[in-house]
C-alpha cells in the first residue's frame, strides 16, 4: 500500500519523521515543495532515509526543485517530478448494455492508493438510460435534416486580408516567445586557483626489521630495503708532473719606486707579466724613495737595477724554457695589493736571454694521489647508477616501483681493492693505469606509497568549495629530508612535502559547483553582459570570465535561468 505526505516548506526533519512513523503504509511519496528546509542540507536527506529504512519502509521523493532532485539522487533515493495517477477510461456512450452494466459504480471508485481529484459527479442507472434515449432521438432528427443542410450550405471565400493579418500576428507572437524562450547564454569561467603544500612526517622502516610494524598498516610508515652493489673501474690518467732540464732565460731589470720612502725587497721576490711568466730577482734589494726636485717642482722616482732569473715553469704549470727570452717589458709584483702595485714595478729596456726549453714527464707522489681520489669519486658516481639500474631490475622482478633515497649520508661506500704498480713512483710515463673496486650499500623505499599517502594528505587540505588540479600532482612535484635515524630499529624518519594547485569547482554535477551556478544563474539572468561579467569577475570563485549569447546580436543575458550554461574555460 502507498501513502502521499505533503510537507510545508520550513518543516525540520524531526517534525517529517514523526508523521511518517505514525503511517502504517510502507511505501511513502514524499511531497516536498521548492526550497524546502528537508533540501538545504544532503545530511538531512541521509538521515531520514536512514531512519525509515530501519523502520522498513521505502522513501520516494515527489519535488520540483533541481538541487532536492540532485541530492536525493546522490544518496540514491527514488525521485520523480509529479505523481503519475492511472488513467480512469469512462465507457463508450455508443453501447447502451454499457449504461446498465454495473461498471458505471467503478467510475466512482475511490482509489485509496494514489491521491486524485475527481471531476465526476454520481449518477444512477435510471438516468443514465434516460439519458440514452433522449440523445436516440435526437441523432434520428440530425441525420433526417443532413440533406437539407448540405444543400443550402454556400462555400465563401476566406479574405486575404484577414488571413494576412493572422500571419502577421502568428510571426509577431513567434518572435516574441522565441525573444523570451529561446536566447540562450554560455558563461565561460576559469576558476581562480592557488599553490597549495603540504608536509608529513614518515618513517621508512627496513621490510626485514619492522615486519610486525608494517603488518599494522601504520598510515605514515613506508616499507624500505638495504641494496649492496660491486662497481669497478680500470682508468687511464695523464701524468701532469715535469722534470724540466732546459735552462732558464736571465736580464735585468730596473725597479721603479714612486713612493717616499725606502723599499725593501726579499730574495727571489717575483716580478711576473702579462703572460704569466715569473723573473725573480737573486738578493734581497732596498729601492730608493722617489725625490721631490724644487727647482723643477716635480717627483724623480727612485730606480734599482737587479739581475733576474725565469722560473722553470710559468703561474699556469707550463715549462717556459725559451718563453724567457722575451724583449724588453714591463713587470708588475704579483704579491702586492694593486694600490701598492701603482707604486713600485719593473722595466726591462734589453730582452732576456739564454732560455732553452727541454722538460720530461714523470709520475710523481702527488700524481697517484690525484689518481687514486678521481678513480674513487668516479666509482662513487657509477655505484649510484648501478644501485638504480639493481633496484629497477628488482622492481621488474617484484612488479614495484623502489627509488633510491638520494642522500649521499645513506650511501656508504668501501673500497674494496686499488691496484698501482709498484714501480709506478718515479717513473718516466705521459700516462699510467689504475684499477679500483668498492661495494656502495643504499636504501630504497616504495615510491607508490609514498605518492600516494601524500596525494591523500594534500587533498584533505582543501577547501570545501575547492579541489584539487590532478594534473597538478604528479612525482616532480615531491621533495624530502632526512631529519633522523635509527640503525638499530632500521627506520629513518623524513619530512616529505608535495605540492599541487587547487581550484574552485564550478560544475554542476558537483554539490559545490551546483550551488555555485544556481546562484550566478540567478543573479544575471536579465542583466546586461556587462553587468553580468562585473558581477561574476568579482565573485571570489572566479579568475576569469567570457560569454557568448545567442543569437550573437544579444546585449542583455535571457531571462530564464535555464536558458544559461555555465561550462569551464579552455587553457590557452
Same mark, same amino acid.
Given at each position: 500500500?502507498?501513502?502521499?505526505?505533503?510537507?510545508?516548506?520550513?518543516?525540520?526533519?524531526?517534525?517529517?519523521?514523526?508523521?511518517?512513523?505514525?503511517?502504517?503504509?510502507?511505501?511513502?511519496?514524499?511531497?516536498?515543495?521548492?526550497?524546502?528546509?528537508?533540501?538545504?542540507?544532503?545530511?538531512?536527506?541521509?538521515?531520514?532515509?536512514?531512519?525509515?529504512?530501519?523502520?522498513?519502509?521505502?522513501?520516494?521523493?515527489?519535488?520540483?526543485?533541481?538541487?532536492?532532485?540532485?541530492?536525493?539522487?546522490?544518496?540514491?533515493?527514488?525521485?520523480?517530478?509529479?505523481?503519475?495517477?492511472?488513467?480512469?477510461?469512462?465507457?463508450?456512450?455508443?453501447? /447502451?448494455?454499457?449504461?446498465?452494466?454495473?461498471?458505471?459504480?467503478?467510475?466512482?471508485?475511490?482509489?485509496?492508493?494514489?491521491?486524485?481529484?475527481?471531476?465526476?459527479?454520481?449518477?444512477?442507472?435510471?438516468?443514465?438510460?434516460?439519458?440514452?434515449?433522449?440523445?436516440?432521438?435526437?441523432?434520428? @432528427?440530425?441525420?433526417?435534416?443532413?440533406?437539407?443542410?448540405?444543400?443550402?450550405?454556400?462555400?465563401?471565400? /476566406?479574405?486575404?486580408?484577414?488571413?494576412?493579418?493572422?500571419?502577421?500576428?502568428?510571426?509577431?507572437?513567434?518572435?516574441?516567445?522565441?525573444?523570451?524562450?529561446?536566447?540562450?547564454?554560455?558563461?565561460?569561467?576559469?576558476?581562480?586557483?592557488?599553490?597549495?603544500?603540504?608536509?608529513?612526517?614518515? #618513517?621508512?622502516?627496513?621490510?626485514?626489521? !619492522?615486519?610486525?610494524?608494517?603488518?599494522?598498516?601504520?598510515?605514515?610508515?613506508?616499507?624500505?630495503?638495504?641494496?649492496?652493489?660491486?662497481?669497478?673501474?680500470?682508468?687511464?690518467?695523464?701524468?701532469?708532473?715535469?722534470?724540466?732540464?732546459?735552462?732558464?732565460?736571465?736580464?735585468?731589470?730596473?725597479?721603479?719606486?714612486?713612493?717616499?720612502?725606502?723599499?725593501?725587497?726579499?730574495?727571489? #721576490?717575483?716580478?711576473? #707579466?702579462?703572460?704569466?711568466?715569473?723573473?725573480?730577482?737573486?738578493?734581497?734589494?732596498?729601492? /730608493?724613495?722617489?725625490?721631490?726636485?724644487?727647482?723643477?717642482?716635480?717627483?724623480?722616482?727612485?730606480?734599482?737595477?737587479?739581475?733576474?732569473?725565469?722560473?722553470?715553469?710559468?703561474?699556469?704549470?707550463?715549462?717556459?724554457?725559451?718563453?724567457?727570452?722575451?724583449?724588453?717589458?714591463?713587470?708588475?709584483?704579483?704579491?702586492?695589493?694593486?694600490?701598492?702595485?701603482?707604486?713600485?714595478?719593473?722595466?726591462?729596456?734589453?730582452?732576456?736571454?739564454?732560455?732553452?726549453?727541454?722538460?720530461?714527464?714523470?709520475?710523481?707522489?702527488?700524481?697517484?694521489?690525484?689518481?687514486? @681520489?678521481?678513480?674513487?669519486? !668516479?666509482?662513487?658516481?657509477?655505484?649510484?647508477?648501478?644501485?638504480?639500474?639493481?633496484?629497477?631490475?628488482?622492481?621488474?622482478?617484484?612488479?614495484?616501483?623502489?627509488?633510491?633515497?638520494?642522500?649521499?649520508?645513506?650511501?656508504?661506500?668501501?673500497?674494496?681493492?686499488?691496484?698501482?704498480?709498484?714501480?709506478?713512483?718515479?717513473?718516466?710515463?705521459?700516462?699510467?693505469?689504475?684499477?679500483?673496486?668498492?661495494?656502495?650499500?643504499?636504501?630504497?623505499?616504495?615510491?607508490?606509497?609514498?605518492?600516494?599517502?601524500?596525494?591523500?594528505?594534500? @587533498?584533505?587540505?582543501?577547501?570545501?568549495?575547492?579541489?584539487?588540479?590532478?594534473?597538478?600532482?604528479?612525482?616532480?612535484?615531491?621533495?624530502?629530508?632526512?631529519?633522523?635515524?635509527?640503525?638499530?630499529?632500521?627506520?629513518?624518519?623524513?619530512?616529505?612535502?608535495?605540492?599541487?594547485?587547487?581550484?574552485?569547482?564550478?560544475?554542476?554535477?558537483?554539490?559545490?559547483?551546483?550551488?555555485?551556478?544556481?546562484?550566478?544563474?540567478?543573479?544575471?539572468?536579465?542583466?546586461?553582459?556587462?553587468?553580468?561579467?562585473?558581477?561574476?569577475?568579482?565573485?571570489?570563485?572566479?579568475?576569469?570570465?567570457?560569454?557568448?549569447?545567442?543569437?550573437?546580436?544579444?546585449?542583455?543575458?535571457?531571462?530564464?535561468?535555464?536558458?544559461?550554461?555555465?561550462?569551464?574555460?579552455?587553457?590557452?
Amino acid at each position: 500500500m502507498k501513502k502521499v505526505v505533503y510537507i510545508e516548506i520550513d518543516e525540520e526533519i524531526t517534525s517529517i519523521y514523526d508523521r511518517i512513523k505514525r503511517v502504517k503504509q510502507k511505501e511513502i511519496y514524499l511531497v516536498v515543495p521548492r526550497k524546502a528546509v528537508l533540501f538545504q542540507s544532503v545530511v538531512n536527506l541521509k538521515i531520514l532515509s536512514k531512519k525509515l529504512k530501519e523502520l522498513k519502509k521505502k522513501l520516494i521523493i515527489i519535488t520540483t526543485d533541481r538541487m532536492g532532485r540532485h541530492l536525493a539522487e546522490q544518496i540514491g533515493l527514488p525521485v520523480y517530478s509529479q505523481i503519475e495517477v492511472e488513467e480512469i477510461k469512462a465507457p463508450e456512450e455508443e453501447s /447502451p448494455k454499457m449504461r446498465i452494466e454495473p461498471i458505471q459504480a467503478r467510475r466512482n471508485e475511490v482509489l485509496r492508493d494514489l491521491p486524485r481529484r475527481f471531476t465526476e459527479k454520481k449518477i444512477t442507472i435510471g438516468e443514465l438510460i434516460k439519458e440514452y434515449r433522449a440523445q436516440s432521438k435526437k441523432n434520428k @432528427k440530425d441525420s433526417k435534416g443532413l440533406g437539407d443542410s448540405m444543400a443550402a450550405f454556400n462555400f465563401v471565400r /476566406p479574405n486575404r486580408k484577414f488571413l494576412a493579418l493572422i500571419l502577421l500576428v502568428s510571426i509577431g507572437l513567434f518572435m516574441l516567445i522565441s525573444y523570451i524562450a529561446l536566447p540562450g547564454a554560455t558563461i565561460y569561467i576559469r576558476p581562480k586557483f592557488d599553490n597549495i603544500s603540504h608536509t608529513v612526517n614518515i #618513517t621508512l622502516a627496513d621490510k626485514r626489521q !619492522n615486519q610486525n610494524l608494517l603488518a599494522q598498516n601504520e598510515p605514515h610508515v613506508i616499507a624500505s630495503e638495504e641494496v649492496v652493489t660491486v662497481t669497478k673501474q680500470t682508468k687511464v690518467f695523464n701524468t701532469t708532473s715535469k722534470i724540466f732540464e732546459g735552462t732558464n732565460a736571465t736580464g735585468e731589470i730596473t725597479i721603479i719606486n714612486t713612493a717616499l720612502e725606502d723599499w725593501t725587497l726579499k730574495n727571489e #721576490t717575483r716580478f711576473q #707579466t702579462e703572460e704569466g711568466v715569473i723573473f725573480r730577482i737573486q738578493e734581497s734589494v732596498v729601492v /730608493p724613495s722617489a725625490i721631490y726636485d724644487e727647482e723643477e717642482e716635480i717627483e724623480i722616482p727612485g730606480e734599482l737595477t737587479v739581475s733576474v732569473e725565469a722560473d722553470s715553469f710559468d703561474i699556469y704549470d707550463d715549462p717556459v724554457g725559451d718563453r724567457g727570452n722575451i724583449d724588453p717589458s714591463i713587470f708588475y709584483l704579483p704579491g702586492l695589493s694593486d694600490y701598492n702595485q701603482k707604486l713600485i714595478w719593473g722595466e726591462s729596456y734589453s730582452p732576456m736571454t739564454g732560455g732553452v726549453t727541454a722538460f720530461q714527464k714523470v709520475v710523481l707522489e702527488e700524481d697517484i694521489e690525484a689518481a687514486t @681520489k678521481q678513480i674513487e669519486d !668516479n666509482l662513487i658516481l657509477m655505484a649510484k647508477e648501478d644501485l638504480r639500474n639493481y633496484i629497477e631490475e628488482m622492481n621488474n622482478l617484484n612488479h614495484t616501483n623502489f627509488v633510491l633515497l638520494d642522500d649521499r649520508r645513506y650511501l656508504k661506500t668501501e673500497l674494496l681493492d686499488l691496484r698501482i704498480s709498484d714501480d709506478l713512483e718515479g717513473s718516466y710515463k705521459d700516462k699510467f693505469e689504475v684499477f679500483a673496486k668498492i661495494q656502495a650499500e643504499g636504501v630504497a623505499y616504495d615510491f607508490d606509497q609514498l605518492f600516494a599517502l601524500l596525494k591523500k594528505e594534500l @587533498k584533505t587540505r582543501t577547501h570545501p568549495d575547492m579541489r584539487i588540479r590532478d594534473e597538478s600532482i604528479n612525482p616532480d612535484t615531491i621533495s624530502y629530508e632526512v631529519i633522523d635515524e635509527d640503525e638499530d630499529l632500521g627506520q629513518i624518519k623524513i619530512t616529505a612535502t608535495i605540492q599541487g594547485i587547487e581550484e574552485y569547482v564550478i560544475e554542476e554535477s558537483l554539490e559545490a559547483g551546483l550551488r555555485f551556478s544556481t546562484k550566478v544563474k540567478e543573479k544575471v539572468a536579465g542583466l546586461s553582459l556587462e553587468e553580468a561579467e562585473n558581477y561574476i569577475n568579482n565573485l571570489t570563485e572566479v579568475d576569469a570570465v567570457q560569454i557568448k549569447t545567442w543569437p550573437v546580436w544579444l546585449s542583455t543575458m535571457p531571462k530564464i535561468p535555464d536558458n544559461i550554461e555555465i561550462e569551464l574555460m579552455e587553457e590557452q
